[in-house]
């Protein structure tokens, strides 16, 4: 008899979860669990915290529309708010519980977490596979540590393996017996508010999504469409789904494959996958570079000549800097949760060109914010702006007028999001210095 505990961390889903098969295939009773950990609620030391408004929000009617699926097969979801080790410690010793299944972690504390967890029990096997990434570790046509330094050198060595994706498989057809009966979510669990958001969230609503996509003309347009700043339409917005892992990479692509079958590959539909591979670029960055990930030096040797300036960062945060375009795209981020790829590279750049801060404290503010939040995309994006990351020309710098004639000429987007309100820099108090929400 095996009494284990499925541990779902960013994989919250039930079908093409090849690990989430293998459990209920090896388990005569089963816990599927999650995690919050406290922490993610707490200050950090870039004066943020792991989870904002938003990403909370997301998250939680992520696990209810979890928990509703698994109670259709006569099973449920135990929400715990406590660091993952005190949770495996009950089952471990309530429970008898000696196999844990948790997917492969990308990001450096997730994985360190793990680690805690096996030094700990040496008696618990800890069972686990891929689930976030497209290509598995193995199919890779070079060793992590060699690594391309570059995104172009890696695409010309993953397309010229022509690796094989794997095609999705169905949810559980058998979901074993709960080893523990059903408990009310944590009481101290923080509130959440009602957020202004255009995506839905949970496994259900990401189906709906991408069969809603790629049943549209969209997938042919994407490459001329991409960087607007505004419209559902005008880029996939797959990633709040995936990051949270209510739909698999593969997934994605088996739907791709089909649509060009159905309607003809162009341009546009390659960019789709070629954007893919940015996002499993950063995956095996992240592991690669551990916790140079989060280093102000990034992967290279210098540091970057840029501080920390409360009232500034207050000012980036708050979308009230004197850049009309990036004060609308804060207050984009504030209000949804979401920001298009082009409205992030030119806050970015403004944070560490215009303002001269710490690029750090920017990834952090997006770590809270953003509802696609992914460790690996998000500061490996980062440092790829602040010019201490994989890119060989060390940092992009636009040119914020010359981008708001390309992408915003009338203005439309800066006017919706009331960017226009502009303040003269360092003009806010820095005793105001930190805010308690924004
Ligand atoms: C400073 C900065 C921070 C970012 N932080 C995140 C983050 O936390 N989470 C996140 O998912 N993306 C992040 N990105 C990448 C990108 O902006 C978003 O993936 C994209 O805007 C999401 O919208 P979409 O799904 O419509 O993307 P699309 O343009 O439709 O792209 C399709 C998919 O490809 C992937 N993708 C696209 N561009 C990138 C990229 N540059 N890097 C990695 N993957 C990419 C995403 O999974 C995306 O869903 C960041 C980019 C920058 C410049």
């Given at each position: 008899?095996?009494?284990?505990v499925?541990?779902?961390t960013?994989?919250?889903?039930?079908?093409?979860?090849?690990?989430?098969?293998?459990?209920?295939?090896q388990s005569?009773?089963?816990?599927?669990i999650?995690?919050?950990n406290?922490?993610?609620?707490?200050?950090?030391?870039?004066?943020?915290q792991t989870?904002g408004?938003?990403?909370?929000?997301?998250?939680?009617?992520?696990?209810?529309?979890l928990?509703?699926?698994?109670?259709?097969?006569?099973?449920?979801?135990?929400?715990?708010f406590?660091?993952?080790?005190?949770?495996i410690?009950?089952?471990?010793?309530?429970?008898?519980?000696?196999v844990?299944?948790?997917?492969?972690?990308?990001g450096l504390?997730?994985r360190?977490?793990?680690?805690?967890i096996?030094?700990?029990?040496?008696?618990?096997?800890l069972?686990?596979s891929?689930?976030?990434?497209?290509?598995?570790?193995?199919?890779l046509?070079f060793?992590?540590?060699?690594?391309?330094?570059?995104?172009s050198k890696?695409r010309?060595?993953?397309e010229?393996?022509n690796?094989?994706?794997?095609?999705?498989?169905q949810?559980?057809?058998?979901?074993p017996?709960p080893?523990?009966?059903?408990?009310?979510w944590p009481?101290?669990?923080p509130?959440v508010?009602?957020?202004?958001?255009?995506?839905d969230?949970?496994?259900?609503?990401?189906?709906?999504?991408?069969?809603?996509?790629?049943?549209?003309s969209?997938?042919?347009?994407y490459k001329?469409?991409?960087n607007a700043l505004d419209g559902?339409a005008?880029s996939?917005?797959?990633?709040?789904?995936?990051?949270?892992?209510?739909?698999?990479?593969?997934?994605i692509?088996h739907?791709?494959q089909?649509?060009e079958?159905?309607?003809?590959?162009n341009d546009s539909t390659?960019?789709?996958?070629?954007?893919?591979?940015?996002?499993?670029?950063?995956?095996?960055?992240?592991?690669?570079?551990?916790?140079q990930?989060?280093?102000?030096?990034?992967?290279s040797?210098?540091?970057?000549?840029?501080?920390?300036y409360?009232?500034?960062?207050?000012?980036?945060?708050?979308?009230?800097t004197?850049y009309?375009?990036?004060n609308a795209?804060m207050?984009q981020?504030n209000?949804?949760g979401?920001?298009?790829?082009?409205?992030?590279?030119?806050v970015?750049?403004?944070?560490?060109?215009?303002?001269?801060?710490?690029?750090?404290?920017?990834?952090?503010?997006?770590?809270?914010q953003?509802?696609d939040?992914?460790?690996?995309?998000?500061?490996?994006?980062?440092?790829?702006?602040a010019?201490?990351g994989?890119?060989?020309?060390s940092?992009?710098?636009?040119?914020?007028?010359?981008?708001?004639?390309?992408?915003d000429?009338?203005?439309?987007?800066?006017?919706r999001?009331?960017?226009d309100?502009?303040?003269s820099?360092?003009s806010?108090?820095?005793?105001?210095?930190?805010?308690?929400?924004?």
């Amino acid at each position: 008899m095996t009494h284990s505990v499925y541990w779902f961390t960013n994989d919250l889903r039930l079908s093409d979860n090849r690990l989430l098969r293998r459990a209920c295939e090896q388990s005569s009773s089963i816990s599927f669990i999650y995690c919050i950990n406290p922490e993610w609620f707490k200050s950090n030391r870039f004066n943020c915290q792991t989870l904002g408004a938003q990403r909370w929000a997301f998250l939680v009617k992520s696990l209810h529309q979890l928990n509703s699926q698994l109670n259709a097969r006569g099973q449920h979801l135990v929400v715990y708010f406590k660091a993952p080790l005190e949770v495996i410690d009950h089952y471990y010793s309530h429970h008898n519980t000696r196999v844990i299944y948790c997917s492969d972690q990308i990001g450096l504390y997730e994985r360190q977490s793990l680690t805690a967890i096996t030094n700990k029990y040496s008696e618990i096997t800890l069972k686990q596979s891929n689930t976030f990434t497209l290509y598995d570790m193995h199919q890779l046509p070079f060793d992590l540590s060699e690594l391309p330094s570059t995104f172009s050198k890696f695409r010309k060595k993953v397309e010229s393996s022509n690796l094989s994706i794997k095609s999705p498989v169905q949810r559980p057809s058998h979901f074993p017996a709960p080893l523990i009966a059903p408990v009310p979510w944590p009481k101290s669990l923080p509130k959440v508010e009602q957020v202004n958001c255009d995506f839905d969230a949970g496994e259900i609503a990401a189906n709906n999504h991408i069969n809603q996509y790629f049943s549209s003309s969209a997938p042919s347009k994407y490459k001329l469409t991409r960087n607007a700043l505004d419209g559902m339409a005008n880029s996939t917005k797959f990633s709040p789904w995936l990051a949270n892992g209510n739909v698999s990479v593969q997934q994605i692509m088996h739907a791709l494959q089909e649509y060009e079958q159905q309607h003809g590959a162009n341009d546009s539909t390659y960019w789709i996958y070629f954007e893919l591979l940015w996002r499993e670029y950063f995956q095996l960055y992240s592991v690669r570079y551990d916790h140079q990930l989060f280093a102000f030096s990034g992967i290279s040797s210098n540091k970057p000549l840029t501080s920390f300036y409360p009232g500034r960062f207050k000012q980036w945060c708050m979308g009230t800097t004197p850049y009309p375009i990036v004060n609308a795209c804060m207050k984009q981020l504030n209000q949804t949760g979401y920001m298009s790829n082009r409205g992030r590279q030119l806050v970015a750049s403004c944070l560490v060109n215009e303002l001269k801060l710490d690029w750090r404290f920017g990834a952090a503010y997006f770590e809270q914010q953003l509802i696609d939040y992914d460790v690996a995309a998000n500061w490996g994006n980062w440092q790829y702006l602040a010019g201490v990351g994989a890119d060989p020309r060390s940092g992009r710098h636009f040119n914020l007028v010359k981008q708001t004639h390309t992408y915003d000429p009338g203005n439309t987007f800066i006017k919706r999001w009331r960017g226009d309100e502009v303040y003269s820099i360092d003009s806010a108090d820095a005793a105001d210095w930190p805010l308690s929400s924004y």
